[in-house]
């Protein structure tokens, strides 16, 4: 069975960072595509970055492009999600993501979710 475990999130300032890690069990972490999401109140879950098995193809929204970070440790079972430069419309619910093959999908449509971290900035 496929677990993902978000954690990171928190209250943070405008202009601030947060790093959000994703930490995976129950298949073979380094062969699957990996991705978060986010969801604000009131709004559709809106995708936010992934990132290939071999790390070497990387996808960012255009909101976050220049300000957030994906990246994996496959000896770890972990993705992490660095976010600088945060700002208020940046505040949601943030979800990891297992996608069922290695590459990046676009879209994504992942098959697995974590529960979801949340992250709040304040103006």
């Known amino acids: 069975q496929v677990q993902l475990v978000e954690s990171g999130g928190g209250l943070v300032q405008a202009g601030g960072s947060l790093r959000l890690s994703c930490a995976a069990s129950?298949?073979?972490?380094?062969?699957?595509?990996m991705g978060w999401f986010r969801q604000a109140p009131g709004k559709a879950r809106e995708f936010v970055a992934a990132?290939?098995?071999?790390?070497?193809?990387?996808a960012y929204a255009d909101s976050v492009k220049g300000r957030f970070t994906i990246s994996r440790d496959n000896a770890k079972n972990t993705v992490y999600l660095q976010m600088n430069s945060l700002n208020p419309e940046d505040t949601a619910v943030y979800y990891c993501?297992?996608?069922?093959?290695?590459?990046?999908?676009?879209?994504?449509?992942?098959?697995?979710w974590g529960q979801g971290t949340q992250v709040t900035v304040s103006s």
């Open positions: 129950g298949r073979t972490f380094s062969a699957y595509a």
């Open positions: 990132i290939s098995w071999g790390d070497n193809d990387t």
């Open positions: 993501a297992q996608d069922v093959v290695p590459y990046i999908l676009r879209p994504m449509t992942p098959k697995y």
